[in-house]
Each structure stands twice: as C-alpha cells, then as structure tokens.
C-alpha cells in the first residue's frame, strides 16, 4: 500500500526521533516553537520538491554524476526559499540565519534523493517526502514550543506561565545542552513507545 511511504515517515521512520538525521537544524533552530516550525517548513519544501525533480529526471541522470546533479536540484530550492524568507518573513530568516543555506547539505533531504526518489516514481517519491517532512516538521515545532515554554514562558510568544516563572526562567533550554538533553528525552519515549508495540 502506497500510503506507508508517507505514513512512515512521520513516526516509524522519523528522520529525528528514529533515523536519527538532520539534528543540526533540531538543535540549533528550535529555540522557539515559530523558529522550529518556520525551519520545518522550509525545509519541507525543499525536501518534497527536489523529490519530486528527481524522481522525473531519474531516467536521464547517470549514475556517475547523480550525487552532483541531486547537490545542484537541491540548492535550486535551498535558494527559492532562501529568497522568500528575505522577502516575506525577514524577521525568522534573521534568526534561521545559516540554517537555511546549510539545508543544501542536510543529510536527510540528500538521503531522500538518493536511497529513494532516485528509483521510484513521482508519487512515491512525494508521498515518501511529505511523510518525513511532517515527521521531521512536527518534532522541530514541538521541540521549539517546549523550549520556549521552559526557557520564557510563552508559545508562540503568548505567556502561559504565571508571571513569577516568566521572571526566572529556565535559561538552560535556550543553549545546546538543553536541546541535546530534550531530543534524548523524546528519543527515549519514542524507543518505549516504539518497544512496547513490537512486544505485544
């Protein structure tokens, strides 16, 4: 059942949680829940684009220079996007900053390309994208809402805590440390959670 492609991707083959790829940007770029989605979301149209370019082309690409065409058709939608961030929404570029350019070597889009768009076809090859860009989407933009929930206070820069927390906040989730610590807090749920289905 062609569904699995993209079903897949969002929990049993989570590029983060359970692939384990593409943490620079999980770790750099969620300090808010807006910088995590907005990260999410770029790289989505990325990923599911460039999907798509090379599960057309696949017939007509040699196998010698397929890497370097895949690098090309990839910074092509690294630089689209780029482009509308500096356009529409300047003020999450300023923070995303060099986490947009690096997705050209972000090694899950790559990775999509070559193992899977490069030998199937078009709608495989979305379906397959799609799934990892939500799964890869929805655990940037929840680990940005949990960031910014224990480092200010506030999702989506609302406050939800009583002002006396949002006076001491917990600083630590700001830096990499705190990231470090939460995508092994959410690794190990998944692992559990991923365990007990595959005892019973």
């Not at 943490?23 to 990325?46: E, K, N």
């Not at 220079?65 to 990839?74: D, E, G, L, S």
């Amino acid at each position: 059942m062609k569904l699995k492609y993209f079903t897949s991707g969002i929990v049993k083959e989570n590029p983060l949680l359970i692939l384990m790829i593409g943490l620079c940007p999980a770790l750099a770029t969620t300090v808010s829940a807006r910088d995590g989605f907005g990260m999410g979301i770029a790289a989505s149209f990325v990923l599911i684009a460039s999907n798509l370019v090379v599960s057309l082309i696949r017939r007509y690409v040699p196998n010698s220079i397929r890497i370097p065409i895949f690098i090309i058709i990839i910074s092509t939608f690294v630089t689209i996007i780029d482009y509308v961030l500096q356009a529409y929404q300047p003020a999450l570029y300023s923070v995303l900053g060099v986490f947009v350019p690096l997705i050209v070597v972000n090694c899950l889009i790559l990775g999509r390309a070559e193992a899977f768009a490069y030998h199937h076809g078009v709608w495989d090859s979305f379906l397959d994208g799609a799934g990892k860009a939500v799964g890869f989407t929805l655990v940037l933009g929840l680990m940005g809402i949990i960031r910014e929930l224990f480092a200010a206070g506030t999702v989506f820069g609302v406050a939800v805590t009583p002002a006396g927390y949002r006076e001491q906040p917990m600083l630590f989730m700001v830096f990499a440390p705190g990231a470090f610590l939460l995508i092994g807090i959410l690794k190990s749920i998944v692992n559990r959670l991923t365990a007990g289905k595959a005892r019973s």
